[in-house]
């Protein structure tokens, strides 16, 4: 299981938007994380971590959370090792800690294995 470094969080208003990466630190061919199905989760205080898009490998078939569907994208660019989750019109709720992990298919199950990296903290406030 690859280890992965999530960045790109930060503090915006509502409606702004955000871009989140996750790399496999000194994978730079990507053909590391080229290997694997790539999911986003995000954990708020107080909740359970949730899944909120994953993307696989070979044909980059997408899913969503029906939460951030329309809003949020998630993408990958094999050649620089790295998965993008492009965070739209975000709003306090999308407010958590993002955690990006390898995952099993099929990607909708959000089903993730490997240890989790610290991850990157996304709020949005006023």
């Known amino acids: 299981q690859p280890q992965l470094v999530e960045s790109g969080g930060d503090l915006v208003q509502p409606g702004g938007s955000l871009r989140l990466s996750c790399a496999a630190p000194g994978d730079t061919s990507g053909d590391i994380l080229g290997y694997y199905a790539i999911g986003w989760f995000r954990q708020a205080p107080g909740k359970e971590r949730e899944g909120v898009s994953s993307i696989s490998a070979g044909d980059g078939r997408t899913y969503y959370a029906d939460s951030v569907k329309g809003r949020f994208t998630i993408s990958r660019d094999h050649a620089k090792g790295t998965v993008y989750l492009q965070m739209n019109n975000l709003k306090p709720e999308d407010s958590a800690i993002y955690y990006c992990?390898?995952?099993?298919?099929?990607?909708?199950?959000?089903?993730?294995?490997?240890?989790w990296g610290q991850g990157t903290q996304v709020t949005v406030s006023l």
């Open positions: 992990s390898a995952v099993d298919y099929p990607i909708s199950a959000m089903s993730p294995f490997g240890s």
